[in-house]
């Protein structure tokens, strides 16, 4: 004898589709909807930068530490355990600061480890880097990888 289904418990299995789908949909416009644009914290970005909803952080120890180098430029370099150019731009990142220790300090940043902040700055890759003036507004990002000489002069020239 073939099962019959009830109307009804058909009816709350399409109901029970409908909401999930629902759901699905809402959460991941949520998602998509954070973070569209860069954020600000009111004091780290330049006006003007902000093209998104706003979102107001207090930067991490370590990047507040790095902005108290007066007269210095800050790289955030933003990266991953698991991203192989990050892994592979490291020697000579640490080269060209280390040529340019009077003028910048760089502070590596894990995207994973700092989501708030990588959000903050609006991160959408690694490797990414931030370069701030002196007085901690950004100056220009860069996503990807860089040459030695193409590094150098983001952080002499901020291009």
Known sequence: MAKHRSPFKSGLW???????TGLLVWGLAALGGRGSGPATTGSNHAAGQNSGAAIYLKPSPAVTASLSNPGKKT???????????CKSMSPYVQNVVERHADQVVITERDVDREPALARQYAVRGTPTFVLLDESGQTMTTRVG?????QFESFITQGS
């Open 14 to 20: 399409v109901i029970g589709v409908i909401v999930v």
């Open 145 to 149: 990888h860089l040459s030695e000489s």
């Open 75 to 85: 790289v955030l370099w933003f990266s991953a355990t698991w991203c192989t150019i």
